[in-house]
């Protein structure tokens, strides 16, 4: 009986603690947020618990740190969270029907593929180890890198790895080459200074943007109005960063335990938007443009079957 007792009372304290979308005590509505530690990821969140914006509009939000974007929706599709941030890499994911976008953040360029010294010329990857997190932005680098260079897949050997090990691989000489992306380069650059950047981001502009952006579980989107009071958090939070650089700045790396400096080079490896920006460029069909031609590229990369309407998983428009 005394099991029993105890069984049933973990369950009930866990329905009340881990029940995405659920009312507090206090009348606003709690919503489970998910963050990655970097500039990128985590600047809006830090702008929003400092001023406050989540009270402002009815909301509490419970932030979890993950290391990349799929895991985030992943949790979504169990029941684990509401929200949360994507890196170019897994835009993938919503376009499939996993999530819906909820806003635009930045146009990213942190992603890098590196190699080890001696490896000069990305042509000379061809059978080498490499080591990338699928699903991912350092996917998506890499992907485009070794076309760039008249490569496929099966030229070199992919191996699956969570970006913290490919720090710690890459830097150890476990693995040849990786698709990553700052500020973890940052660390993989103490262990192995010498390391070489083959591609990057800006390498492919011409032909492809590389967006980061919010996105929410397709449950907590069907939630309106739910989901556009977590819209004008994030909305206000933006245009406070674009204000305050250098306050967001200081309240990122208070979020992050990390130093000013640190954060400060982290976020100039982005361009990050403000409202009217990205007004304008929902407006000129910039926005469409973005994540047709991301759509095409995951068609050719073999993540998706098939380009969708950006409408049918972009609801940013809930202002």
């Known amino acids: 009986m005394n099991r029993r007792l105890l069984a049933a009372l973990a369950a009930a304290s866990l329905s009340v603690t881990s029940a995405c979308g659920s009312d507090s005590a206090a009348g606003e509505k709690s919503v489970d947020f998910g963050y990655i530690a970097d500039y990128n990821g985590a600047s809006l969140l830090a702008v929003a618990n400092d001023q406050k914006l989540w009270a402002k509009h009815g909301l509490k939000a ?8 799929p895991l985030q929706i992943t949790a979504m599709n169990a029941g684990d969270l509401d929200y949360g941030y994507i890196g170019p890499g897994a835009v993938w994911l919503p376009a499939s029907g996993k999530a819906k976008i909820v806003a635009l953040n930045s146009l ?8 080890q010294p001696g490896i000069t010329d990305l042509a000379q990857l061809k059978g080498k180890k490499i080591g990338v ?23 070199v050997e992919r191996v ?17 080459a990786a698709g990553i992306w700052y500020p973890l380069l940052d660390n993989i650059k103490a262990k192995q200074p010498n390391l070489v950047e083959l591609a990057r981001n800006a390498d492919f502009s011409a032909e492809i943007a590389f967006p980061t952006a919010f996105v929410a579980g397709n449950e907590a989107a069907a939630e309106t109005d739910q989901t556009g009071r977590v ?3 994030l909305r206000e939070a933006m ?10 700045i200081e309240l990122t790396a208070e979020l992050l335990n990390r130093s000013a400096a640190d954060v400060k080079a982290d976020a100039a490896n982005s361009e990050m938007l403000d409202t009217k920006t990205l007004d304008g460029y929902l407006a000129d069909g910039t926005v469409k443009k973005w994540l047709t031609g991301m759509g095409d590229y995951f068609v050719g990369a073999g993540k998706l079957p098939a380009n969708p309407d950006p409408a049918t998983y972009y609801v940013g428009d809930l202002k």
Do not use: C, H, Y
Not at 62 to 69: H, I, L, M, P, R
Not at 108 to 115: Q, Y
Not at 239 to 248: H, I, L, S, V, W
């Open 133 to 155: 997190p699928e699903g991912t932005s350092g996917d998506m680098i890499l992907t485009l890198a070794l076309a760039k260079a008249g490569l496929r897949n099966t030229d």
């Open 108 to 115: 990213g360029n942190a992603d890098r593929v590196i190699a």
């Open 231 to 233: 819209e004008k958090v």
């Open 160 to 176: 699956p790895m969570d970006a913290a090990t490919i720090v710690t691989a890459f830097g150890a000489g476990r693995i040849d």
């Open 239 to 248: 245009d406070f960063r674009a204000q305050n650089p250098d306050k967001t």
């Open 62 to 69: 419970d932030a979890k740190v993950f290391t990349n974007g």
